[in-house]
T-cell receptor, first 112, second 113 residues
Framework: DSGVTQTPKHLITATGQRVTLRCSPR?????VYWYQQSLDQGLQFLIQ???????AKGNILERFSAQQFPDLHSELNLSSLELGDSALYFC???????????FGQGTRLTVV | AQSVAQPEDQVNVAEGNPLTVKCTYS??????LFWYVQYPNRGLQFLLK??????LVKGSYGFEAEFNKSQTSFHLKKPSALVSDSALYFC???????????FGTGTRLQVFP
């Protein structure tokens, strides 16, 4: 168990809908990262938050947004969903200026 | 920009034989390098890291990695492969400014009995 909790584990929704993925980082970790893993594109970095502030942005679509709350949990919001958004979404956390990041089990999103 | 490359999509090895999964990196400054493993329908599990110090890094499950600065490589190795080592392996480098991890494309390791 990495200590990073993601909910839900599975999500099936229709095109055009909006969903929210939730992540609770390891206790004490200030950084939260979101990654998307699809079959043909490997692990794509989406966005990073550090202690409530956005720190880095990757290839995140404008339809996607995220935030980190005062208790350090984070949410990734995906709207106007398309079939191509079907993927595994991972959250990870790390210590301040830490070494390795620890990953949650992921949320498998299926858009039908 | 920081990046890592995993030149092999798949590596096949017989159980009991040594295995190597290759990774090369491109960074400005000192590299912070990592290996992760992903089993089917699971998240990524940390195996080992190189920050500084000895070029041979030992990690979980009997894995080790050799940092080679002149060849800009960080290959993952194990002296004797197990069938249960079959999984997807990712090399990663940490971005020095933001701490985000930048991953390679992954290498699928198949260990045959």
């Amino acid at each position: 168990d990495s200590g990073v909790t993601q909910t839900p584990k599975h999500l099936i929704t229709a095109t055009g809908q909006r969903v929210t993925l939730r992540c609770s980082p390891r206790s004490g970790d200030l950084s939260v990262y979101w990654y998307q893993q699809s079959l043909d594109q490997g692990l794509q970095f989406l966005i990073q938050y550090y202690n409530g502030e956005e720190r880095a942005k990757g290839n995140i679509l404008e339809r996607f947004s995220a935030q980190q709350f005062p208790d350090l949990h984070s949410e990734l919001n995906l709207s106007s969903l398309e079939l191509g958004d079907s993927a595994l979404y991972f959250c990870a956390s790390s210590e301040p200026r830490g070494g390795e990041a620890f990953f949650g089990q992921g949320t498998r999103l299926t858009v039908v | 920009a920081q990046s890592v490359a995993q030149p092999e999509d798949q590596v096949n090895v017989a159980e009991g034989n040594p295995l190597t999964v290759k990774c090369t990196y491109s960074v400005s400054g000192n590299p912070y390098l990592f290996w992760y493993v992903q089993y089917p329908n699971r998240g990524l599990q940390f195996l080992l890291k190189y920050i500084t110090g000895d070029n041979l890094v030992k990690g979980s499950y009997g894995f080790e990695a050799e940092f080679n600065k002149s060849q800009t490589s960080f290959h993952l190795k194990k002296p004797s492969a197990l069938v249960s080592d079959s999984a997807l392996y990712f090399c990663a480098v940490r971005d020095g400014n933001t701490d985000k991890l930048i991953f390679g494309t992954g290498t699928r390791l198949q260990v045959f009995p």
